[in-house]
Structures are given as C-alpha cells and as structure tokens.
C-alpha cells in the first residue's frame, strides 16, 4: 500500500510540473496581442499541402487518403503536420 502511495505522489508532483511548464513553452509562437505565429515558410507549406490533399475530393469519398496524402506533404516540406 505504501508503495502505491508513493507512485500516486510522484504522478501528482509530475503533472503538476508539466502544467507549469506548458505555458512558458507556447510564449514564443504568440505574439503580444495574443496572435499565433506562424512562419512564411510553413504558411507555405500549409498551402500547398492543403491544395494537394483538396485534389483527392472530400474526406467521405476517399476515406483515410486525404490525411494521408497532407501528412506525407508535410513531411516533405520537413514540417509537422
């Protein structure tokens, strides 16, 4: 019972150190007024990849593809989906 204890006081201080952490992670993608920012490069990207999963048709047609299909493009451009 100890034992368990100590794993639920770990888990606790753990996530609690994880939720501290999170919000000086994402300062640097906004901007003061509270904008996210995204560079031109990925906006790019994003485009691009949004036009070529587009070429596929709609999501219920094609199933799975779609997705697929913009992942695969994003990996190209070295981005993350």
Partial sequence: ????????????????????????QARGRYDPDGHYIVSSARAAAIHECNQRAAAWGPEYETGTMTIYRYRACMAEHGQQE
């Fill in 1 to 24: 019972m100890t034992v368990s204890k100590v794993r639920m006081a770990a888990l606790v201080v753990g996530m609690a150190a994880l939720a501290a952490a999170s919000p000086g």
